[in-house]
């Protein structure tokens, strides 16, 4: 098969799926493709990538800029239009906004003024998107909605690129040289983390669907949701063709996954869930946190289990070596945006590998304690919603555990404005806005 030829066969196929979503969610404004436009841009190539526009980090990508800002403008005339009340979203968000007014005050003491504040104007895009699923008239409706949508694209779409146009969806590790499948991402680990969260969220749709199987009218999603599923955890397994091909997004999953039956089991034998979830954040986050100055994950066994030796695939080393700028500036950081330049990408790694550390690097203990305080309430405040309204809380929380566990060896902790940060992002909007579901499985039927 030609390259063209599966390229117009498998826009046909993501065409068919995005139109039984569609029948399946009609409810669903259209504008919702604007945050899951947002959403599927957080978690692949920048434009500049697609365009083989290769600029520095210093000098950004003019085509990212001109499409955020766009995007951003498109979503503020909508919510304009639909009376929404920014006051309250201030309110019940605040505390969002404070680390978003603390990384914009960040940019008095970085070294690259400039090109932090330029990193920062992509932040305020989240909250425009995040509006937007909220001010919906059924925002959960909407959330799920959205997110099918990214996958239904990012699956299909991902395996063109790695078998048909190997230039965009195949690169080759710089220092091993293994062959490693990133399809619409920029790197392997942030494609497999796309398709860890997509694939918690669709068995769990699956999930809500066979238990209630016979009261359903539409049961052809069924099918997709399944095609879809399988194609996702094919891509997520790699040319490996294994689980641990992307040891991070395997353990993420893997974490969803049983802290869902946990997580139950507490809420409905009325344990302190409030309490029990805070400490196990914080506890992830401390340790997530001392990583990267001890050198080592906690459990060499567990290392082991996973096929990675006890650098955890050179990690240690990056950790080692980023370790000095981060005792210089420990308090304040460099600034959002500000440390990492070319030079340093070049001649350390891409990125920190661990979310936490990355955030100290940026914005110091200050920007941790700021950015781990806004985690831990928005649990606590999800935890309410579990007793008062649904089930689907749950779902919520088990996310906010994978997106902390990611962060250990991977980067999104800190941030907003890349996957899953830009996902998190939403959930804490909508969390904050106690929205109130009947009950879970109305959120997948009509």
């Known amino acids: 098969m030609t390259p063209t030829l599966a390229l117009i066969l498998t826009s046909i196929f993501v065409f068919t799926l995005l139109l039984i979503e569609h029948k399946e969610n009609n409810a669903v404004s259209f504008t919702i493709w604007i945050p899951t436009i947002w959403l599927l841009y957080s978690g692949s190539k920048q434009l500049g990538s697609w365009l083989n526009i290769h600029n520095t980090i210093e000098v950004g990508s003019a085509p990212d800029r001109i499409f955020l800002i766009s995007l951003g403008l498109i979503g503020i005339f909508i919510l304009i239009k639909r009376n929404f009340s920014w006051s309250k979203a201030l309110r019940q968000n605040w505390l969002y906004f404070v680390i978003l007014l603390y990384m914009f005050l960040s940019v008095l003491w970085s070294n690259m003024p400039g090109i932090s504040f330029r990193r920062w104007g992509r932040e305020p895009i989240g909250f425009i998107m995040a509006c937007l699923i909220i001010s919906e008239n059924n925002s959960m409706r909407a959330f799920f909605s959205s997110i099918k ?38 790197q392997k680990n942030g494609l497999s983390i796309l398709f860890a969260f997509c694939i918690f969220l669709i068995i769990w749709s699956l999930f809500e669907k066979f238990l209630n199987f016979k009261y359903l009218s539409y049961k052809l999603p069924i099918l997709t949701d399944l095609i879809i599923l399988f194609l996702s955890i094919y891509i997520m397994m790699g040319p490996k063709r294994s689980l641990t091909y992307s040891a991070t997004s395997f353990f993420t999953l893997f974490t969803g996954i049983i802290i869902i039956p946990i997580l139950y089991s507490l809420s409905k034998h009325r344990y302190n869930l409030k309490l029990i979830a805070t400490l196990i954040i914080l506890s992830i986050i401390i340790i997530g946190s001392l990583m990267p100055f001890f050198q080592k994950y906690p459990s060499k066994e567990f290392t082991q289990l996973l096929h990675r030796d006890s650098t955890l695939t050179g990690r240690t080393t990056i950790w080692k070596a980023l370790i000095p700028y981060t005792k210089k500036k420990i308090l304040f950081g460099y600034a959002y945006g500000g440390f990492w330049t070319t030079y340093l990408r070049e001649n350390i790694a891409a990125h920190a590998h661990n979310g936490y550390l990355s955030t100290i690097l940026d914005l110091g203990i200050v920007g941790l304690i700021l950015y781990s305080t806004f985690i831990i309430l928005i649990s606590r405040k999800c935890v309410e919603l579990i007793y008062k309204y649904s089930v689907v809380h749950i779902l919520f929380l088990a996310m906010i555990f994978m997106f902390l566990i990611r962060n250990m060896t991977e980067i999104s902790f800190g941030t907003f404005d890349y996957f899953p940060g830009s996902l998190i992002l939403i959930l804490s909007f909508m969390i904050n806005s106690s929205i109130k579901v009947e009950n879970s499985y109305s959120l997948f039927t009509k």
């Open 149 to 186: 949508k990214v996958v239904y694209i990012a699956a299909p779409f991902s395996l063109l690129l790695i078998k048909y146009y190997p230039t965009y969806g195949r690169v080759y590790d710089g220092w091993s040289g293994e062959l490693q499948w990133v399809g619409i991402s920029n």
